[in-house]
């Protein structure tokens, strides 16, 4: 059965807001795991914007499923990750314009730097993945970098505004989950997924676990965040058969 993992990268985007101590994004991760959560995500970015090396430190003390840290393939995220030594890192683009990440690492182009990366951060025993576009090329390089995770980044899926398009989008997942766990990497799926369109994926036996953020924060404002991850949960583990929203 596939898990969840808590993004609390936008609790941090309301405690940064107001350059407040609250909500803490640490008290949430607490809250998560007790709802269920199998893992906690945060994404340090270089302009820290919303997780601070604060969180991240605290996270690493307190997390007592699988703290897995998104950054940039840069020298200062390494230093940080050899740090801290999260149980994960997820290696991510990043453009200071965007509102999120809008799409997965080009690693085709960037094969020798990120391969040098990769092997760092596994002589310290860290677990390495690689945020990706659902595209078969980008699969196949996560191998020759010696990824160990490939996380399918879903944000076309998610914005899709149209049945035709999001089966589109769809069968471009399937055939990337597919070729990932052949080549035997491990496949988690990330950005924008919410309680509606969550479900067609659930189907997905190769994807181990689904990291959801933004959805579960905003379902908060009304129910609370302990109820938010719950809910979340239990969809997960109903799976795609009870669940499958449009299809």
Known sequence: MAKLAVSVDHVATL???RQAAVPDPVTAAAMAELAGARGITAHLRE??????????SLLRQMVKTKLNLEMAASQEMLKVA????????????ERREEVTTESGLETQLNKEMLKKLVRLMRDADIIVSLLLNPELDQIKAALWVEAQYVQIHTGAFCE???????QEQFVRIQNAVKMAHKLGLGVTAGHGLN????????????????????????????VGFEQAVRDMVELIGRGGMSYRGGR
């Open 15 to 17: 405690r940064q807001a």
């Open 195 to 222: 309680y509606q369109n969550i479900g067609w994926l659930l189907d997905l036996g190769e994807i181990e676990e689904f990291t959801v953020g933004h959805a579960i924060v905003a379902r908060a404002a009304l």
């Open 160 to 166: 899709a505004r149209t049945l035709v398009q999001r």
């Open 82 to 93: 050899l740090s801290v030594k999260p149980d994960m890192v997820t290696l991510v683009p």
């Open 47 to 56: 302009d820290r914007r919303h997780i601070q090396e604060r969180d991240v």
